[in-house]
């Protein structure tokens, strides 16, 4: 009788048969939930977290990605109808110098919107302004201090990031925002179940096993999910309720509630509509603005001008629609008013919305982060880091699991093979195209056509690459090869920003630019964190011994089973 034949006749142990015939309990059953609902989605959530991520500072980053705006010295040839500048004596309200620079510049647009600089720190007021002729909008920077208007580059700047967070690219923004929600969902669900499966959660937390293979990776997974547990549900539950009305939106139409005329009670937006339009002078703008901004200060005395819009200037159309907001406010909603361009009467202004609505804004404020200072900026960037971390960690953790069970691990079956390489093309192919947009931004000519399109499409362009080649080589090599890259790609950035840009990593400090040295310096740490990571996936192997026993481990199950 052959070895195999005595194999197989060898009866199971009534403990094996127990086991073989018992009933999963609820943990088991949350922890099927736990993997295969994080696993499934896992890197569409990893993009929508490493994303938002990043558009903590997305501001900053589309300063970072138009150099030119502290760094010009005179006006750009700009293509206006007039470069008069206005006389500096008319108004000394920033508001009021960018509204006489368009008098004198472009009085004859559909509509002029003006709304301050890229930070929060920029002295400048950027202008929008869509001209009637052709509908085409005109952007340029407009420095309210020297009077200089100019074109910094067409650049996707950070809010490409932002975007990408909610409506993904290259789909319908509806069908984007539904798949979106669907993802955070099951986040939500994959969240909870994990608190339920692990009995020492806290416990866990405090345990740390450096080289432990399948252990270490538990253990990571668990340091970036437990401390910052709060979060992650606060952040994942808010971006669930940000888009509630799309994903249940019964309720108002059971109410007959009006959208359009809801909407246009809480926000200020009205379009540029008018088609019979007659020449007729404005009303001086600097007193409204002032009046306006003196009313809501006595209601909340951190109340501020944000923005500025003008439809149909010049005309008896015109209408003149003020924004308000309050510093730190962690509600998205401001206060507005609405102007007769002609007669300085007010025509609209805001009213306390309805509490459904605040509560709602105020989930939007807290998911977004807009109204934290720099600190809590980056207390939220950190932890939005943790929570890459743990999607990153739990889908390795998958792979790591499993290859221990492989018959061949140099022959995996399709279902390992291909969740492996899409955690390969995410987890670092992801980090390469952001960095590749970044570098985009400096080497595609400044008089490129269609420029912010073509650094988007690079985007992909990069990514997509980085997955073909994935497929190509084999695993561990693809981990190595694409981490390399982003390792190098971040530590030569300040190097290809001192090269493209007055506004290098010398200059900077000498000039005292924050911004830039900031960036040059998170480049650095980011550089360290990855060349670490590439270190461990170079040279953290399996050892002969590992292999043997890893093996004899399979090999028994098989004659068990």
């Given at each position: 009788?052959?070895?195999?034949?005595?194999?197989?006749?060898?009866?199971?142990?009534?403990?094996?048969?127990?086991?073989?015939?018992?009933?999963?309990?609820?943990?088991?059953?949350?922890?099927?939930?736990?993997?295969?609902?994080?696993?499934?989605?896992?890197?569409?959530?990893?993009?929508?977290?490493?994303?938002?991520?990043?558009?903590?500072?997305?501001?900053?980053?589309?300063?970072?990605?138009?150099?030119?705006?502290?760094?010009?010295?005179?006006?750009?040839?700009?293509?206006?109808?007039?470069?008069?500048?206005?006389?500096?004596?008319?108004?000394?309200?920033?508001?009021?110098?960018?509204?006489?620079?368009?008098?004198?510049?472009?009085?004859?647009?559909?509509?002029?919107?003006?709304?301050?600089?890229?930070?929060?720190?920029?002295?400048?007021?950027?202008?929008?302004?869509?001209?009637?002729?052709?509908?085409?909008?005109?952007?340029?920077?407009?420095?309210?201090?020297?009077?200089?208007?100019?074109?910094?580059?067409?650049?996707?700047?950070?809010?490409?990031?932002?975007?990408?967070?909610?409506?993904?690219?290259?789909?319908?923004?509806?069908?984007?925002?539904?798949?979106?929600?669907?993802?955070?969902?099951?986040?939500?669900?994959?969240?909870?179940?994990?608190?339920?499966?692990?009995?020492?959660?806290?416990?866990?937390?405090?345990?740390?096993?450096?080289?432990?293979?399948?252990?270490?990776?538990?253990?990571?997974?668990?340091?970036?999910?437990?401390?910052?547990?709060?979060?992650?549900?606060?952040?994942?539950?808010?971006?669930?309720?940000?888009?509630?009305?799309?994903?249940?939106?019964?309720?108002?139409?059971?109410?007959?509630?009006?959208?359009?005329?809801?909407?246009?009670?809480?926000?200020?937006?009205?379009?540029?509509?008018?088609t019979v339009l007659q020449p007729a002078p404005?009303?001086?703008?600097?007193?409204?603005?002032?009046?306006?901004?003196?009313?809501?200060?006595?209601?909340?005395?951190?109340?501020?001008?944000?923005?500025?819009?003008?439809?149909?200037?010049?005309?008896?159309?015109?209408?003149?629609?003020?924004?308000?907001?309050?510093?730190?406010?962690?509600?998205?909603?401001?206060?507005?008013?609405?102007?007769?361009?002609?007669?300085?009467?007010?025509?609209?202004?805001?009213?306390?919305?309805?509490?459904?609505?605040?509560?709602?804004?105020?989930?939007?404020?807290?998911?977004?982060?807009?109204?934290?200072?720099?600190?809590?900026?980056?207390?939220?960037?950190?932890?939005?880091?943790?929570?890459?971390?743990?999607?990153?960690?739990?889908?390795?953790?998958?792979?790591?699991k499993r290859r221990r069970q492989l018959l061949?691990?140099?022959?995996?079956?399709?279902?390992?093979?291909?969740?492996?390489?899409?955690?390969?093309?995410?987890?670092?192919?992801?980090?390469?195209?952001?960095?590749?947009?970044?570098?985009?931004?400096?080497?595609?000519?400044?008089?490129?056509?269609?420029?912010?399109?073509?650094?988007?499409?690079?985007?992909?362009?990069?990514?997509?690459?980085?997955?073909?080649?994935?497929?190509?080589?084999?695993?561990?090599?693809?981990?190595?090869?694409?981490?390399?890259?982003?390792?190098?790609?971040?530590?030569?950035?300040?190097?290809?920003?001192?090269?493209?840009?007055?506004?290098?990593?010398?200059?900077?400090?000498?000039?005292?630019?924050?911004?830039?040295?900031?960036?040059?310096?998170?480049?650095?740490?980011?550089?360290?964190?990855?060349?670490?990571?590439?270190?461990?996936?170079?040279?953290?192997?399996?050892?002969?011994?590992?292999?043997?026993?890893?093996?004899?481990?399979?090999?028994?199950?098989?004659?068990?089973?």
């Open positions: 009788m052959s070895d195999s034949t005595k194999t197989q006749s060898v009866p199971m142990t009534k403990r094996q048969q127990k086991d073989k015939t018992k009933v999963k309990g609820y943990r088991l059953l949350m922890s099927d939930v736990h993997t295969w609902f994080g696993l499934l989605l896992g890197w569409l959530l990893f993009t929508i977290f490493l994303m938002g991520t990043v558009s903590y500072f997305n501001n900053e980053l589309t300063a970072w990605m138009q150099p030119e705006i502290t760094a010009v010295s005179k006006p750009s040839a700009l293509p206006l109808s007039s470069q008069n500048s206005p006389n500096k004596a008319q108004t000394s309200e920033p508001f009021g110098v960018a509204i006489a620079h368009l008098q004198a510049t472009q009085a004859n647009a559909k509509n002029w919107f003006i709304t301050k600089g890229p930070t929060s720190t920029s002295n400048e007021q950027r202008l929008h302004i869509t001209t009637s002729a052709d509908d085409e909008r005109l952007r340029y920077q407009f420095d309210t201090q020297t009077q200089t208007a100019y074109m910094p580059r067409d650049t996707a700047g950070g809010n490409f990031f932002y975007r990408m967070h909610f409506d993904l690219h290259y789909m319908s923004v509806i069908w984007a925002r539904i798949i979106v929600g669907i993802a955070s969902m099951m986040m939500l669900i994959a969240i909870i179940a994990g608190v339920i499966v692990h009995k020492k959660i806290f416990t866990d937390f405090f345990t740390f096993r450096w080289g432990k293979g399948q252990r270490s990776w538990l253990d990571a997974h668990n340091a970036f999910s437990v401390l910052p547990l709060p979060f992650h549900i606060m952040i994942t539950f808010t971006g669930i309720i940000t888009l509630i009305a799309l994903y249940m939106p019964w309720g108002g139409k059971v109410a007959n509630i009006d959208t359009e005329q809801l909407f246009e009670g809480i926000y200020s937006y009205r379009a540029a509509d008018a404005m009303v001086d703008i600097s007193p409204l603005l002032t009046t306006a901004q003196t009313d809501w200060q006595k209601l909340n005395p951190n109340y501020a001008i944000t923005s500025v819009s003008i439809n149909h200037p010049n005309t008896d159309h015109s209408k003149i629609i003020v924004d308000g907001r309050a510093d730190r406010q962690i509600s998205t909603i401001g206060a507005f008013r609405i102007y007769d361009g002609q007669t300085g009467n007010i025509l609209e202004q805001s009213k306390p919305p309805p509490l459904a609505v605040t509560t709602h804004t105020v989930m939007i404020g807290l998911h977004a982060g807009r109204f934290a200072d720099y600190w809590l900026r980056w207390m939220y960037f950190l932890l939005g880091g943790a929570g890459c971390g743990m999607i990153a960690t739990g889908l390795v953790l998958w792979t790591v061949d691990m140099d022959k995996p079956y399709l279902g390992f093979w291909l969740v492996e390489k899409l955690n390969i093309a995410t987890l670092a192919g992801l980090p390469l195209a952001m960095v590749g947009l970044l570098w985009l931004n400096r080497l595609l000519p400044l008089e490129m056509t269609a420029r912010a399109k073509w650094e988007i499409d690079g985007f992909f362009i990069i990514w997509a690459g980085s997955f073909i080649l994935t497929l190509v080589l084999s695993s561990r090599h693809a981990w190595r090869v694409l981490l390399s890259l982003v390792t190098l790609s971040l530590l030569f950035t300040p190097l290809l920003n001192s090269l493209t840009t007055e506004r290098g990593f010398l200059q900077s400090v000498l000039s005292g630019d924050a911004l830039f040295v900031s960036f040059d310096v998170m480049f650095f740490i980011l550089a360290l964190l990855f060349a670490y990571i590439t270190y461990a996936v170079s040279f953290k192997k399996m050892s002969p011994k590992q292999k043997t026993k890893s093996k004899r481990r399979v090999a028994s199950q098989i004659e068990i089973s």
